[in-house]
């Protein structure tokens, strides 16, 4: 019983704060994959993204587009960052002597957190939907649809 109870606790403390355990064996195969892929393809800089090369935006749309992500920026940041604190926490709070209650209510609040970010990422989808045409929608669309 006590082994099944430890076997739930390690399992649920790994689902709930996203880890994986690395094996301390080298992986032989890593220089054949690096042989195979020398150079790693380049991202576009941020604001010429490949997507808004593929939508034919215009000069307006584009700057319209910059000031929306501009005006979440730091609000999307912060976010950010009070979701890693709260992770350590959980983290630490899953490590010590912190009561179910505590775990939960730590667990609650990174999932809250989380689902904020995801609404202002959200927000700022529909606030750049705005600025498209019906033809860039529908490429916009696509784009959100084969990034996933």
């Known amino acids: 019983m006590f082994?099944?109870?430890?076997?739930?606790?390690?399992?649920?403390?790994?689902?709930?704060?996203?880890?994986?355990?690395?094996?301390?064996?080298?992986?032989?195969?890593?220089?054949?994959v690096l042989a195979q892929n020398p150079a790693p393809t380049k991202r576009p800089q941020r604001g010429q993204a490949g997507w808004l090369k593929d939508l034919n935006?215009?000069?307006?749309?584009?700057?319209?587009?910059?000031?929306?992500?501009?005006q979440s920026k730091d609000q999307t940041?912060?976010?950010?960052?009070?979701?890693r604190q709260a992770q350590q926490e959980l983290k630490a709070l899953m490590a010590a002597t912190a009561s179910k209650d505590q775990v939960r209510d730590k667990y609650?609040?990174?999932?809250?957190?989380?689902q904020e970010l995801a609404?202002?990422?959200f927000d700022n989808t529909l606030a750049i939907r705005e600025v498209l045409n019906p033809e860039q929608r529908q490429k916009?669309?696509?784009?959100m649809h084969n990034k996933r």
């Open 108 to 114: 609650n609040q990174l999932r809250t957190l989380r």
């Open 57 to 70: 935006l215009t000069p307006q749309q584009i700057q319209q587009i910059k000031t929306i992500r501009t």
């Open 119 to 121: 609404d202002i990422q």
């Open 140 to 143: 916009f669309a696509e784009q």
């Open 3 to 32: 082994l099944h109870r430890t076997t739930f606790i390690i399992a649920a403390t790994m689902i709930a704060l996203g880890t994986s355990i690395a094996l301390a064996k080298p992986n032989s195969m890593l220089p054949q």
């Open 77 to 83: 940041a912060q976010k950010r960052q009070a979701i």
